[in-house]
Nanobody
Framework: QVQLVESGGGLVQAGGSLRLSCAASGRTFSAYHMGWFRQAPGKEREIVAAIGQRGTLRFADSVQGRFSISRDNAKSTAYLQMNSLKPEDTAVYYC?????????????????WGQGTQVTVSS
């Protein structure tokens, strides 16, 4: 079992920045891929970014160049740095942990999920 707790969400103006954190506990953090997903009201949950066990990075086209993802295995924490935020980035953001040899972006590749943190970007 892996327990995930997100933090760092909030209200920010368009063009601003936020950094989300995902603290993990339980099994060895470094053994898992970490993904950030988001779900806006009335929309399906979608991948934002993912980082593999060895540092491979993947990003959704909508956030490429604005968001970055990182991990600190010593602290068992993953991060999502969000810059140049837009109103359309408003959503509940979830972190997730998944095992496997290949970094995947599908929801069903991630077995463990946090409770989510709200990000609201005002225009």
């Amino acid at each position: 079992q892996v327990q995930l707790v997100e933090s760092g969400g909030g209200l920010v103006q368009a063009g601003g920045s936020l950094r989300l954190s995902c603290a993990a506990s339980g099994r060895t953090f470094s053994a898992y891929h970490m993904g950030w997903f988001r779900q806006a009201p009335g929309k399906e949950r979608e991948i934002v970014a993912a980082i593999g066990q060895r540092g491979t990075l993947r990003f959704a086209d909508s956030v490429q160049g604005r968001f970055s993802i990182s991990r600190d295995n010593a602290k068992s924490t993953a991060y999502l740095q969000m810059n140049s935020l837009k109103p359309e980035d408003t959503a509940v953001y979830y972190c997730a942990a998944g095992a496997g040899l290949v970094l995947r972006l599908e929801e069903n590749a991630y077995a463990y999920w946090g409770q989510g943190t709200q990000v609201t970007v005002s225009s």
